[in-house]
Each structure stands twice: as C-alpha cells, then as structure tokens.
C-alpha cells in the first residue's frame, strides 16, 4: 500500500469486485485525512475525508477507515467500476488545515472488465 | 465551465526563461495555493494565499514567487526557469482553513 512519501504501487481489480487502498502515515499527531482520485490529465478530486475522533466514515460506494494505533488509513471502494481507474491518494494534517496537508504519492488503481 | 481553471495547460520552456502560470476561480473561495506534483512523490505546497493581502510561502517557495491580483485570481512565476522545475502545477481552493481543496486540471510544465 501507498505510504505518504514513496513509491507509486499498483493495484488492479476485477470490475465489480471491491477494492482496498492503503495508506500508512508517519505522524502521530495528524489529525484529519483525506483521500483524493485523480484521473488521467485531471486535477484531484475530493473522495471523502475523516477526522482522528472517528474510525470509520461511509460515502457512496465509499468508505475510510482509520486505525490510529499503527498509523494506517484504507479506502475501500464497493463494486469497483471501470470510471473508478485513476491515481488514488491520502493526505494527513496535524491541525486540518489545508495548508499543512502532506499528500502521498499514490496508488494506481486499475479496474479489469 | 470548470471551477478552477489553469492557463495555460501545457508549456515548454528553455532554462532562463521567465514563465507566468495563471489560476482563476469561480467559487469564490478566499484561500488559494499552488502545488507541484512529480512522478513518484506527493504534491507539495509552494504558495498559499489566504486573502488579495495575504501571501505566504509554502514547503518548496525557492524559485518561485506569486501574486493575488484579485480574490479570484492567483499565479505563479517562475523568474528564471531551471530544468527541475519541470513538472504538473496544480492551482487549488478553499473556502476556509480546514476545508476540502478544490483543484484545477493543472498546468504540464516542460523546461529544457
């Protein structure tokens, strides 16, 4: 999985299966993150976000998890479509601002017809 | 039409030369930045504006300068163009400290 800082992994899905995205962050005291799609030739995209008081967050198709003990985010993605494929990224911040986000490299997420 | 719209989309460049990208925004968010994103590596922060008289300097400000010349409009320059600063420069928005970024499509700068 993507950790904040390295490499560029990979990872393809069947389409209609679900799909796992990882992200392991390094400080302790971020508090909020967020996760961004970035698809081919366009600017990231908002997925979903959560905050350090909660472990779980649900959107549409969507869901973050947060595990403050070993410092690990995961988005899952529920029945993976083709128009899911794209660069998908974390980023963390210790106050929630904007600013002081530190965004991850990413992971690419290929759907399989 | 898009929220946050960058020009130009693609530009090649040679070392020395002066290169201005611009950012305009339709949503009227007070708080603006710009962002460098290479291959491998996250996005980071070269500028951020919180406000027309607000200017500050973000994790890699070095080579770079900005200028706010209305609420709805942020740009980059870069003075002296150098061959690492080829990259993807991402104009974003927000509408206050601790909210969600809004990105433009992005400027694909080459310099030579």
């Known amino acids: 999985g993507e950790s904040v800082g390295l490499h560029l992994p990979t990872l393809s899905v069947q389409e209609g299966d679900n799909s796992i995205i990882n992200c392991a962050y390094s400080?302790?005291?971020?508090?909020?993150f967020i996760w961004y799609k970035q698809e081919s030739g366009k600017g990231p995209q908002f997925i979903i976000d959560?905050?350090?008081?909660?472990d779980k967050r649900q959107g549409q198709r969507v869901t973050v998890l947060l595990n403050k003990t070993v410092k690990h985010l995961s988005l899952q993605i529920a029945a993976t479509q083709p128009g899911d494929s794209a660069v998908y990224f974390c980023?963390?911040?210790?106050?929630?601002?904007?600013?002081?986000?530190?965004f991850g490299s990413g992971t690419q997420l290929t759907v399989l017809p | 039409d898009a929220d946050v719209t960058q020009t130009p989309r693609n530009r090649i460049t040679k070392t020395g030369k002066r290169i201005m990208l611009e950012c305009s925004q339709t949503?009227?968010?007070?708080?603006m930045y710009w962002y460098r994103q290479d291959p491998g590596l996250g996005l980071r922060l070269i500028y951020y504006?919180?406000?027309?008289?607000?200017?500050n300097k973000g994790e890699i400000s070095d080579g770079y300068s900005v200028s706010r010349q209305a609420q709805a409009k942020f740009s980059l320059s870069l003075e002296s163009a150098i061959p690492n600063q080829t990259a993807l420069y991402f104009c974003?928005?927000?509408?206050?400290?601790?909210?969600?970024?809004?990105f433009g499509s992005g400027t694909q700068l080459s310099v030579l």
């Open positions: 974003a928005t927000s509408r206050g400290a601790n909210e969600k970024l809004f």
């Open positions: 400080n302790s005291a971020s508090d909020y």
């Open positions: 959560i905050r350090s008081n909660m």
């Open positions: 980023a963390e911040s210790p106050s929630g601002s904007a600013r002081q986000l530190t």
């Open positions: 949503k009227g968010h007070d708080r």
């Open positions: 504006s919180f406000d027309v008289k607000d200017i």
